[in-house]
């Protein structure tokens, strides 16, 4: 199985600042990866798709980069309504596989 | 309108087998390329992936789970099923359908929408 490592678990961030979530993949994915967005009681919203592709509707402060083993996500200028929990998700190979998750607090 | 809703018993007794629906609108399992997956999640845990059916009934599994699972679709009526066999606590968790379109170029498919999810608890 692939194994997605998400890091940070968790961070804290003021409002207007830019912060990264990467996912390290134990092998190589060819950016067959995605970005959710996830907030209490709800269920996961999708971000990003193909590692760097917006979904339709996300804002343009979501952007995903990447390549090989090594992704990230990152959010510009935070908005109070960023506050969540955010997974990556590896689609290359079965079994699909979740990163642990990053809880965004706002401060 | 892509909409996609999960129902199932909302609690069950160990051993038992647990039978989930996934009742969605605005696409069709007939569509060349189009899934649908199943995804669970433990209160305040991370995301597992079960299973996934495609349009031409290809299916594949989570291995971790081993021969406890069958999916399946009714495409007649817009409908996707789980079935987990034998459950025991550790099957206490929240339950997800989701939608997987074909993005053809490059060929890859991914979760877009997903259901609001139906808690599901073991206990005896």
């Known amino acids: 199985d692939i194994q997605m490592t998400q890091s940070p678990a968790s961070l804290s961030a003021s409002l207007g600042e830019t912060v990264s979530i990467e996912c390290l993949a134990s092998e190589d994915i060819y950016n067959n990866l995605a970005w959710y967005q996830q907030k209490p009681g709800k269920s996961p919203q999708l971000l990003i798709y193909y590692a760097s592709s917006l979904q339709d509707g996300v804002p343009s402060r979501f952007s995903g980069s990447g390549s090989g083993t090594q992704y990230s996500l990152k959010i510009n200028s935070l908005e109070s309504e960023d506050a969540a929990t955010y997974f990556c998700?590896?689609?290359?190979?079965?079994?699909?596989?979740f990163g642990g998750g990053t809880k965004l607090e706002l401060k | 309108q892509v909409t996609l809703k999960e129902s199932g018993p909302g609690i069950l007794q160990p051993s038992q087998t647990l039978s989930l629906t996934c009742t969605f609108s605005?696409?069709?399992?007939?569509?060349?390329?189009?899934?649908v997956g199943w995804i669970r999640q433990p209160s305040g845990k991370g995301l597992e992936w079960l299973a996934n059916?495609?349009?031409?009934?290809?299916?594949y599994y989570n291995p971790s789970l081993k021969n406890r699972l069958t999916i399946s679709k009714d495409t007649s009526n817009n409908q996707a099923f789980l079935k987990i066999t034998n459950v025991d606590t550790a099957d206490t968790a929240t339950y997800y359908c989701?939608?997987?379109?074909?993005?053809?170029?490059?060929?890859?498919?991914?979760?877009?929408?997903w259901g609001p999810g139906t808690m599901v608890t073991v206990s005896s």
């Open positions: 998700l590896q689609d290359s190979e079965y079994p699909w596989t």
């Open positions: 989701a939608r997987i379109p074909l993005l053809p170029v490059p060929l890859y498919w991914y979760f877009d929408f």
């Open positions: 605005g696409f069709s399992l007939s569509t060349y390329g189009m899934g």
């Open positions: 059916i495609w349009w031409d009934d290809d299916k």
